[in-house]
């Protein structure tokens, strides 16, 4: 394993316009993040802190009305915001891969399993039908998914919820990809699949030695499975770091009251709730920095200048004027 | 530029889309309101504006071409139909009759479903299974065919066909206004007047009337192209407008004589003039969806 | 399943009895029906006659049950103009209808699902805007002046096309263009929204993450998903050109059942026009039964709902 990161974001900034450019969401704001391969990134932040957005501008796979406005997006030493979209068409599916977080919506209804699992093993290989349906059945059994023979000729409504998004996986890992972005994947999971699928999941990454972006908002989850961590708030990452140095150090405040929502005992499933104030509202966010009115720790000048991102310690970076003191 | 052509607005992860599609306000209909304005003026003044008596004419003057053309005259500008009649001002007081039977049918379609969408939906029970079924059978029906059928029942009039296109097109109301019923009944306001002892009448009259009246009014536009098009089906059948009343669809069906003849001018006007006033409430009707009632878009 | 059928099998007869239902109490409430049901120029004793066969002195309740009975087992009464049972006439009209539909309806597919997927694709482009255009005026423009329009130019003006009767391929053109106009606008309308529904899917959305090309991901996954919807519309407006037929068949003079009940109505032949009022209303009840159930076949999800 080289040292030089497999997938490298600086400042990638996508915003939405409106049709008539009149007023911009910055849904991705400056982000910076980089993952080498066999490692494991957590992106943490509540619903419309840009998480899925960002995913999806790795892709380059955005809503008509989202852009990429900035910034750079490298993958293995490409630029792939320099690639065409036939360019861009080759990578995606095959060496950069996503799960999206609704198994029960993520399938066609009309195609039998089978057909689904090696549709991307036929389009990007060129493999004839006989051999994509031979990889197709050993995906399902890498999946570790019974009677794979048979589940290839169902249906996906005859499956159960855990099966469906195992199968995803599987469409995600057929064509051996070295990036995968899981985005939420276990939210409509109940608890002991979830931990079955979070366990696969680490499985396939050690075997194939994959970079795993893992998005969530169950900080849980970030602990039991990444080796980093970046927390979203308002389109931007406002704290990035070793999950160890994140999870008994945070800098940022808004990370702190993350961690403080976590329930102690029990370790049940936990949720973003304990934080005062509404989620921001992209379209119309405040001056300074965007947490400033929730923060409890708020200074005068965090209300006039958002602040730029501070070193804390190597490795670990905060955007929050406490930690630039 | 993106990949995608789509825009899924769940993958945003906040209500983007929605927000989005608020910005973008639809242009005010000034050339459906335009159109209707004239139509409504034309039909008020018709006996000002017209000039000719809309039902008399001369037999000398038979299937005259319009003015512009070889053979019209300026006295009848639109030229004259195969008893001589003037077209224009056929078409003048064709206005008044499309005008009269559209608008009347619509409210009367309008105040029979609304009324039974909101006894239905607010009574529920058997009251709205009586209701409901009978709406779906109507429904069920092909509403053409039905008022053909009723039309040849009771004889061809103005006020019959009124009559008519109301009790074939009340349904659409009471199925649409019922559902709305159904939410408004749950709201706070509603179950604060029923805690404070309103008669049923006075909840249905004073808060759910005024809140389904936003649906009825864009069901109304939107009907009105609808019942227009219907009677000048009827007419055209002749279980309509009986002759010589000056009903556009009537008037089709008197061009259909000078056809084959090629005498175009008593075809293509009175079917400009149906197309114009069905596009305007058409145009109106989609505007007044998307402005007053964000629910009826899937209509 | 099994309940799902059962259950829209009661509303669909509950239907069929309401639809005779009304056809029968109009029929009498609004006046004497001898005077729709008799000949014109009959004498005294065939009034009397005919009284005495409906039974007027009976109560409604067993006229009823008279008058479905007769339904039942196709009697319909004869037709005063042709002189042959009604159920034979409107029998030997359905064909032409139904050819005439046929027609309509194929041509309304072939223009509304290609216009309705491009101006999808094309969300907002200049497709979209034109295909809202060309529906706007499909919607607007009565069927029967689409007709009036197309004879005078065809075959008025150029002379290519025969503006009545049938018989041969030409003559089928225009009426199906006229019919099939409207539905066409609709058929355009309907596969936009639901191709956009389906390009909004998550499954779509996996598609491209897939890496497939658009083009496969919009013929194939969009594709088939979208149809469905547009497919149930279509079952359903088959049965109702039949009944929209009527004034086009009669701008054409074409022979179907349409022309068959705008006859009835001149003549003042009222068995034809009830009877075919009540057939009419019976296919449009039973076809979107079988649209129904087919619905819940094709589609398992429903199946599985109920």
């Excluded at chain 1, 169902?154 to 057929?174: K, T």
């Excluded at chain 1, 720790?297 to 630039?324: K, M, N, Q, S």
């Excluded at chain 2, 009677?231 to 055209?236: H, I, R, T, Y």
Aim: with cysteine.
């Amino acid at each position: 394993m080289t040292d030089a990161p497999l997938l490298e974001l600086d400042k990638l900034s996508t915003h939405f316009v409106t049709a008539r450019g009149t007023r911009v969401v910055k849904a991705v704001d400056e982000v910076s993040l980089s993952l080498r391969a066999g490692e494991t990134l957590g992106v943490v932040g509540e619903s419309g802190s840009g998480k899925t957005t960002l995913a999806l501008s790795i892709m380059r796979l955005l809503p008509t009305a989202a852009r990429i406005v900035g910034g750079g997006l490298r993958f293995a030493g490409e630029d792939l915001l320099a690639k065409s979209p036939s360019e861009m068409r080759h990578i995606r599916g095959k060496r950069i891969a996503m799960i999206l977080q609704d198994p029960m919506a993520s399938l066609n209804p009309l195609f039998t399993v089978g057909d689904q699992v090696a549709e991307p093993v036929r389009v990007h290989e060129h493999t004839g039908r006989r051999s994509a349906r031979d990889r197709a059945r050993s995906l399902l059994k890498a999946v570790k998914i019974p009677a794979p023979e048979q589940r290839l000729r169902e249906y996906p409504h005859q499956m159960s919820g855990g099966m469906r998004q195992r199968i995803v996986g599987a469409i995600a890992m057929a064509c051996e990809p070295r990036v995968l972005i899981a985005d939420e994947p276990t939210t409509s999971l109940d608890v002991t699949i979830q931990a079955q699928y979070l366990k696969l999941l680490r499985d396939l990454q050690r075997e194939h030695g994959l970079a795993l972006i893992f998005i969530t908002h169950n900080l849980g989850i970030v602990a039991r499975m990444c080796d980093s961590v970046a927390v979203m708030y308002a389109g931007r990452v406002i704290e990035a770091g070793p999950v160890r140095t994140i999870f008994n150090a945070p800098v940022h405040p808004y990370t702190q009251a993350l961690i403080e929502s976590i329930p102690r005992l029990g370790g049940g499933p936990s949720r973003l709730t304990a934080i005062d104030g509404q989620p921001p509202d992209l379209a119309s966010l405040p001056a300074g920095c965007s947490f400033q009115p929730r923060c409890p720790r708020a200074l005068d000048r965090c209300r006039e200048e958002a602040p730029g991102i501070t070193t804390v310690a190597p490795g670990h970076t905060a955007r929050c004027w406490l930690a630039a003191k | 530029m993106s990949v995608s052509t789509a825009a899924p607005s769940r993958a945003v992860g906040l209500p983007l889309a929605s927000r989005l599609a608020a910005f973008r306000t639809e242009g005010f209909p000034t050339f459906p309101i335009l159109i209707l304005l004239v139509l409504v003026f034309t039909a008020v003044f018709a006996e000002f504006i017209a000039p000719h008596n809309p039902e008399v004419g001369s037999l000398s003057q038979r299937f005259k071409p319009p003015a512009w053309i070889a053979g019209g005259s300026s006295t009848y500008l639109l030229g004259t139909d195969h008893i001589g009649r003037d077209v224009l001002s056929r078409l003048i007081f064709g206005a008044r009759v499309s005008m009269i039977v559209g608008f009347t049918a619509v409210i009367f379609a309008g105040v029979l479903g609304t009324a039974l969408g909101i006894l239905s939906g607010y009574f529920g029970g058997w009251v709205d299974q009586v209701i409901m079924r009978i709406t779906d059978t109507w429904l069920a029906l092909p509403a053409l065919t039905f008022a053909i059928f009723l039309a040849a029942i009771v004889g061809p009039s103005e006020w019959n066909i009124v009559i008519i296109l109301g009790a074939v097109y009340w349904t659409r109301y009471a199925r649409v206004i019922r559902g709305e019923v159904l939410s408004i009944k749950e709201r706070d306001f509603v179950r604060l007047a029923i805690v404070a002892g309103c008669s049923k009448m006075t909840i249905m009259r004073r808060h759910v009337l005024p809140n389904v009246l936003n649906s009825a009014i864009v069901l109304a536009t939107l009907m009105l192209g609808v019942v227009i098009v219907t009677e000048a089906a009827l007419s055209f059948l002749g279980v309509g407008v009986p002759p010589p009343k000056p009903a556009w669809g009537l008037m089709l069906a008197d061009g259909k004589k000078g056809l084959m003849a090629g005498y175009w001018w008593l075809t293509v006007f009175p079917g400009v003039c149906i197309v114009l006033m069905v596009l305007s409430a058409n145009l109106l009707g989609d505007w007044l969806r998307v402005k007053l009632d964000p629910q009826l878009r899937q209509l | 399943m099994k309940r799902f059928v059962l259950r829209r099998l009661g509303y669909a007869v509950l239907t069929l009895i309401l639809l005779s239902l009304t056809i029968f109490l109009f029929v009498r409430v609004t006046g004497d029906p001898t005077v729709l049901l008799v000949e014109p120029g009959a004498s005294r004793a065939d009034i009397e006659a005919l009284r005495q066969d409906l039974g007027l002195d009976r109560s409604l309740v067993v006229q009823y049950v008279g008058f479905v009975k007769d339904v039942i087992r196709g009697d319909f009464g004869r037709s005063f103009y042709y002189r042959t049972p009604v159920l034979e006439l409107y029998l030997s009209r359905l064909p032409n209808s139904l050819l005439l539909a046929a027609a309509a309806m194929a041509f309304s597919l072939l223009i509304g699902i290609p216009s309705g997927i491009i101006a999808a694709v094309r969300v907002n482009g200049w497709w979209d805007s034109a295909g809202k255009i060309f529906a706007l005026l499909g919607l607007s423009m009565p069927s029967f002046w689409v007709g009036l329009l197309l004879i005078l130019f065809f075959s008025v003006y150029l002379g290519w096309l025969p503006s009545s009767g049938s018989g041969t391929v030409w003559h089928v053109l225009m009426p199906a263009f006229a019919l099939g106009w409207y539905f066409a606008a609709a058929h355009m309308r309907l596969t936009r929204s639901s191709m956009l529904e389906v390009l909004g899917s998550e499954y779509v959305k996996l598609a491209r993450l897939k890496g497939l090309p658009e083009a496969l991901v919009i013929s194939k996954h969009a594709f088939k998903n979208a149809l469905i919807p547009v497919m149930t519309l279509a079952g359903i407006n088959l049965v109702l050109m039949v009944n929209v037929a009527i004034v086009v068949e009669t701008v054409f003079a074409w022979p179907g059942i349409g022309r068959l009940i705008y006859e009835g109505i001149s003549f003042r032949d009222f068995p034809v026009v009830q009877a075919t009022v009540l057939m009419n209303g019976s296919m449009v009840v039973i076809v979107s039964l079988m649209v129904d159930i087919l619905y819940a076949v094709v589609d398992p999800r429903i199946r599985y709902e109920r």
